[in-house]
């Protein structure tokens, strides 16, 4: 969802860049970065106009926005569909893009019902200690250009199937990028995951090679 804008800079028109937020398990909206790319006159416009009526003078997020410079809050009534590389460590969003606005009912809606309705089961956060024992429900997999789930997750994309084990000689089998789908993919769980045999033994530790790069990861 959209939690606020931030003014043009240099020949651009409309806005500037959108500030993201999610809904939490608690009902607070947390901020998760901003989105800069992906728009054309034509949507900056759109957005303008629409952002335009939504402003409010309170921010919406239950955590600063930090570097997000002078924001326009508004209310966050619009989603936006965002395609974005991944998540970093402090549960922000990397290299994103902005795809559209979607005029149906939030994504975001239907799986905090779901975390409510079942929370013994299912969890909408992120973050490791959200969801030990629970289903982790990542609903923004299903955005444009965010094609990385698990093996066995199902997707609610057209033309993305179920994602499933793979040995590197199936590959030039494969007809579709929704080859298995939640209708016929019974056969394919009996094989279970036997195309990775052999994958644990084969790891290699990349150790010495961050040592040579001076690279120390940072906590998590």
Known sequence: MIGGYTEPKGSRTGIGALLLVVQDDDGSLRYVGNVGTGFNERSLMELSERLGGLVTPKSPFANPAKGAGKVHWVRPELLAEVAFASWTHSERIRHAVFRGLRDD????????????????????????????????????????????????????????????PLAWKELETLT??????????????????????GYEGAAVSIASAMRRLQYTPKPS
């Open 176 to 197: 579709s990028s929704a080859q298995w789908t939640v209708r016929k993919v019974d056969e394919r769980l009996r094989g279970g995951d036997s195309p990775w045999d």
């Open 105 to 164: 009912k939030p994504a975001s809606a239907i799986v905090q019902h779901m975390a409510r309705t079942i929370p013994a089961l299912f969890v909408a956060k992120s973050g490791p200690r959200n969801r030990v024992g629970k289903v982790f429900v990542d609903y923004l997999r299903n955005g444009l250009s965010a094609t990385t789930v698990s093996a066995w997750s199902a997707r609610s994309r057209p033309g993305l199937g179920i994602s499933v």
